[in-house]
């Protein structure tokens, strides 16, 4: 089959295609792009394969970055653009279930689609609009089917990473597991063990913060495989209920906004702990601390200036939405008119500080000063002080 047309930013990259065959090799865009493209869906990096070996595609292009030689990837920079260009190639036996032991670059289309995962991520488009279709990927594609590419056991035996991100295409795209291709993630969910963290994190978040999120949970449920997930094992029951208290069609608006509704439902009480095993960012970590605390505290309590001033608004509106999608009680003007209510975001803010309390009032530093400041900053989060220099300077006064 052939597309009708180029979607534009297949065409704006054309001129790489272009020149690769020029100097007398194959060049085709491949991978998601591709996929994202028959499905009419919006596209990002589009990636290229060919069968020039890493240093022939350099010799091609003025401008070109090693971003990845020994996997066969060269960064081509042309007109205006960046493009991922990576030769052909299989991999070898894989030793201990994760990465191949070594690629081997070749000059087969045939091959490189071989050794990729699923049928409708091995697709091949040429620059004549032509779909390269070597696995029935059209035909899954039609029945938003998710097939394993050549013989199911092998690949998730391969690589077990494959089952993660089978679930998270499922989570992305909408579609069903192929019988024989889920059978195959069940059995080989057990070597997730032997996969890092960071790259299962990845294929997990993107899962939690897809549209169909809900889907790709409940293959995750079904396959048992967050029986071989940090923290997961066993929380069978926690997952279904998960699926069970958000509404159908509520999407995560941020990845940590899904980490703190997980942390939640899976009744964690260190969300930090429990992310650091997921080997996270620290950043990430206090965010979702932060969700998963304003939450807790708004099952107690109305939210207040100082949960505003202590946590922000936008984590605030986060944790309230995380109420709204299970139909709990909400008040977003609350929010809001709690925000703007408040003088000072950050003490920063505050107009007088330790120094000038020490040359004005005579003040020594030392715990005592430190609980003044603190005394300072509550008086102006709750409103009962301006944030002025004198006035400051007499509430101190009065307290002394
Ligand atoms: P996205 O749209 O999320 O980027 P993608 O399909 O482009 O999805 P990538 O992780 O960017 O996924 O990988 C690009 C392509 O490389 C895939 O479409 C697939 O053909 C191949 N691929 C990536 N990871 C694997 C893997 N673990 N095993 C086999 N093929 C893989
Ligand atoms: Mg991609």
Redesign the pocket.
């Known amino acids: 089959m052939r597309l009708k047309q180029l979607p534009s930013e297949f065409q704006e990259a054309l001129p790489v295609l272009e020149k690769i065959k020029q100097a007398g090799f194959e060049a085709y865009f491949?991978?998601?792009?591709v996929?994202?493209a028959l499905l009419g869906r919006p596209i990002?990096?589009v990636?290229i394969a060919t069968s020039s070996y890493p240093q022939e595609t350099k010799e091609i292009f003025d401008r070109t970055v090693d971003i990845g030689i020994e996997h066969g990837t060269v960064l081509v920079l042309e007109n205006g653009g960046e493009y991922e260009v990576t030769t052909f190639r299989t991999e070898d036996a894989y030793v201990d279930y994760r990465r191949p032991s070594s690629v081997s670059f070749v000059r087969s289309l045939e091959e490189d689609l071989k050794?990729?995962?699923f049928t409708v991520?091995?697709f091949a488009l040429a620059e004549d609009a032509r779909v390269i279709d070597l696995f029935n990927g059209l035909s899954d594609l039609d029945n938003h089917l998710l097939r394993a590419v050549g013989k199911a056991q092998e690949r998730f035996s391969e690589?077990a990473?494959?089952v993660m991100?089978g679930l998270r295409f499922a989570a992305s795209l909408n579609f069903s597991i192929e019988e024989q291709t889920f059978a195959a993630m069940e059995r080989y969910a057990p070597l997730l063990e032997k996969i890092s963290i960071e790259r299962i994190f990845i294929e997990f978040d993107?899962l939690l913060t897809a549209p169909h999120w809900k889907k790709g949970l409940q293959a995750l449920i079904d396959s048992q495989a967050y029986e071989y997930l940090p923290d997961l094992a066993g929380k069978g029951p926690a997952l279904e209920q998960f699926l069970a208290v958000y509404e159908d069609n509520f999407v995560f608006a941020t990845s940590e906004q899904a980490w703190a509704a997980l942390c939640l439902v899976l009744e964690i009480s260190d969300a930090v702990t429990f992310l650091k095993k997921w080997k996270t960012a620290t950043h990430f970590q206090k965010t979702v601390a932060d969700l998963v605390a304003i939450y807790r505290y708004r099952q107690k309590s109305t939210h207040s200036k100082r949960t505003l001033y202590d946590y922000g608004k936008e984590l605030v509106l986060l944790a309230e939405s995380l109420r709204q999608a299970q139909g709990l009680i909400v008040d977003f003007p609350l929010v809001e008119q709690l925000d703007e209510a408040l003088t000072i975001h950050d003490k920063h803010e505050i107009l007088i500080k330790g120094g000038d309390l020490i040359k004005e009032l005579g003040l020594k530093p030392g715990p005592d000063l430190g609980q003044i400041l603190r005394n300072i900053e509550e008086a102006i989060v709750q409103g009962r002080l301006p944030n002025e220099r004198r006035a400051i300077l007499d509430f101190v006064k009065s307290g002394l």
């Open positions: 491949v991978g998601g792009s996929r994202d990002h990096d990636d050794r990729r995962d991520n091995a690589d990473l494959r991100r993107k």
